[in-house]
T-cell receptor
Framework: GAVVSQHPSRVICKSGTSVKIECRSL??????MFWYRQFPKKSLMLMAT?????????EQGVEKDKFLINHASLTLSTLTVTSAHPEDSSFYIC?????????????FGPGTRLTVT | AQKITQTQPGMFVQEKEAVTLDCTYD???????LFWYKQPSSGEMIFLIY??????QNATEGRYSLNFQKARKSANLVISASQLGDSAMYFC????????????FGSGTKLNVKP
C-alpha cells in the first residue's frame, strides 16, 4: 500500500518560535496533499490543499501567513507554523492523493502532535 | 449546514455481533465520493471503504460494508462480526468539488467492542 510519512511525530516548542512539519509520500507521487488539524476527541478540519508547484488553497478561517505550506516536489509538502502560540497546539495530519486519473483515495500520514508552551 | 453528520458520538457492541455506524451527507454535486476511516488511539487514519456517487452496488471490503442510500443521502458503515481490535474512532468523510479536492469529515463515532 501507499505510505505517507510525517516528521516529526511530536514536537514541543516555545511560544513565538516557528515549527516545520514535513509530509512525504514514500512510494508514490502525490500531485495533491492535504493538511488537517485535529483537536482532542474532535474531527479533522481541513486547513489547506497543497498542489505541487503552485500556491496552496486555504480553507476559510485559516491564516495563510501563519500556516505556510510549500509543496516543492511530488513527494514532499511542508507546513510551517510561524510564531506559534499555545492555541496552535494540536494534532496535525497530512494526506496525499496519488497522481493519476481515477485516484480517489487519500493516504494519511501518522500525524504530528505539536505542543506550544 | 453540516456536510457530514454522524449522530452517534459513542457506540457499544458485543464482540462477534454486527454494528451499524450512521452517516448522512449534504451535497448538491452529482459526482462525489464517500469514505469511512478508522482512527485508533495511536492517531493514524486508516482507510476502510469507499463509495462513489455513481456506484450502484454497495461497497464491501471484508467485514466492512457501506449501506449507500442515495435518495436519503446516507452512507452507513456496517461492521460484521465485531472484534476487540475494532474499538476506535470512526469517521465518515465526503469528497466533492469541481476538482474533486474538497474533503469533509464528520464528527466521528467512538466504537467500543465489549468482550
Amino acid at each position: 500500500g501507499a505510505v505517507v510519512s510525517q516528521h516529526p511525530s511530536r514536537v514541543i516548542c516555545k511560544s513565538g518560535t516557528s515549527v516545520k512539519i514535513e509530509c512525504r509520500s514514500l512510494d508514490f507521487q502525490a500531485t495533491t496533499m492535504f493538511w488537517y488539524r485535529q483537536f482532542p476527541k474532535k474531527s479533522l478540519m481541513l486547513m489547506a490543499t497543497s498542489n505541487e508547484g503552485s500556491k496552496a488553497t486555504y480553507e476559510q478561517g485559516v491564516e495563510k501567513d501563519k500556516f505556510l505550506i510549500n509543496h516543492a516536489s511530488l513527494t514532499l509538502s511542508t507546513l510551517t507554523v510561524t510564531s506559534a502560540h499555545p492555541e496552535d497546539s494540536s494534532f496535525y495530519i497530512c494526506s496525499a492523493l496519488r497522481a493519476g486519473q481515477g485516484s480517489y483515495e487519500q493516504y494519511f500520514g501518522p500525524g504530528t502532535r505539536l505542543t506550544v508552551t | 449546514a453540516q456536510k457530514i453528520t454522524q449522530t452517534q458520538p459513542g457506540m457499544f457492541v458485543q464482540e462477534k455481533e454486527a454494528v451499524t455506524l450512521d452517516c448522512t451527507y449534504d451535497t448538491s454535486d452529482q459526482s462525489y465520493g464517500l469514505f469511512w476511516y478508522k482512527q485508533p488511539s495511536s492517531g493514524e487514519m486508516i482507510f476502510l471503504i469507499y463509495q462513489g456517487s455513481y456506484d450502484e452496488q454497495n461497497a464491501t471490503e471484508g467485514r466492512y460494508s457501506l449501506n449507500f442510500q442515495k435518495a436519503r443521502k446516507s452512507a452507513n458503515l456496517v461492521i460484521s462480526a465485531s472484534q476487540l481490535g475494532d474499538s476506535a474512532m470512526y469517521f465518515c468523510a465526503m469528497r466533492e468539488g469541481p476538482n474533486f479536492n474538497k474533503f469533509y469529515f464528520g464528527s466521528g463515532t467512538k466504537l467500543n467492542v465489549k468482550p
